[in-house]
């Protein structure tokens, strides 16, 4: 049974995303639900692609590497921001966290806190940022959030979105689920991954805990290169 921590309480309430990019969110979230939609029909590779060239249209979202839809059920945003951009975190490169690191769904303050992150106010290249909300006690989550694997329902905190800022604070690199590796304005994911953001840094050796080494950010337009620091899947 993890601990509950608690951080202040004027970071654990996050921020809201602006509501000025409302309708990008939905045009994401429904671009990310037809990769999904055809990607069970066994449909080719080709409407994933189209699908994949539209984002890329999308002003503020850059498509920064091919997807590999079909090969990566257990690689997505999570797995990519915690562990192959950088962060190399051994529980995010045992495979699906859904399945691997279940902690990180269910109490997803006391899990990373106890990892050795700390919410912060002031980003930094290479900072988390997760994406969610607040959850009330008897709450449920809305039935477009439902995904295909069940999740607790507990008040508090909940995460859908991982990714990390680049050297460009006002952008995130991050993986759109199981499809490409984007970079976007901090503002721009889809409805379906939450209203809120949190921002979260990587502390030094402290308490047992050890800090993994972060190596400096590439520029915006090298992002891809991520894709290649795979050392687990």
């Known amino acids: 049974m ?3 921590i608690y951080a202040p309480e004027q970071l ?11 309708k990008e969110r939905r045009e994401i979230a429904t671009g990310c639900g037809l990769m999904n939609h055809w990607d069970k029909r066994q449909w ?3 409407c994933i692609d189209g699908v994949i060239r539209q984002l890329d249209k999308m002003s503020g979202v850059i498509v920064a590497q ?9 690689y997505r945003c999570a797995e990519a921001a915690f562990g192959s951009m950088g962060h190399g975190e051994t529980w995010a490169m045992r495979g699906f966290t859904v399945n691997e690191t279940e902690a990180l769904w269910r109490e997803p303050v ?6 050795g992150y700390e919410l912060v106010s002031s980003p930094c ?4 940022i997760t994406y969610g909300g607040i959850r009330e006690w008897g709450e449920r989550r809305p039935p477009e959030l439902e995904d295909d694997w069940e999740k607790p329902m507990q008040a508090g905190i909940w995460f859908e979105h991982f990714g990390v800022l ?3 604070l006002r952008y995130v690199a991050s993986k759109f689920g199981r499809g490409p590796f984007v970079v976007h304005l901090r503002d721009l994911v889809s409805q379906e991954w939450g209203y809120r953001y949190w921002i979260w840094r990587k502390q030094p050796e402290r308490e047992g805990i050890v800090s993994s080494s972060v190596p400096p950010l590439l520029a915006i337009g090298n992002v891809a290169l991520y894709a ?3 050392s687990s899947r």
């Not at 654990?12 to 409302?22: I, K």
């Not at 091919?66 to 257990?74: A, L, S, V």
């Not at 006391?110 to 990892?115: C, N, S, Y």
């Open 2 to 4: 993890i601990e509950t």
């Open 12 to 22: 654990l309430t996050g921020t809201l995303l602006d509501p000025v990019f409302a």
């Open 44 to 46: 080719p590779d080709e």
């Open 66 to 74: 091919p997807t590999r839809y079909h090969e990566d059920f257990g």
């Open 110 to 115: 006391a899990f990373l806190t106890g990892q």
């Open 125 to 128: 290249p290479g900072d988390v």
């Open 166 to 168: 680049t050297d460009d």
């Open 228 to 230: 290649d620091n795979r």
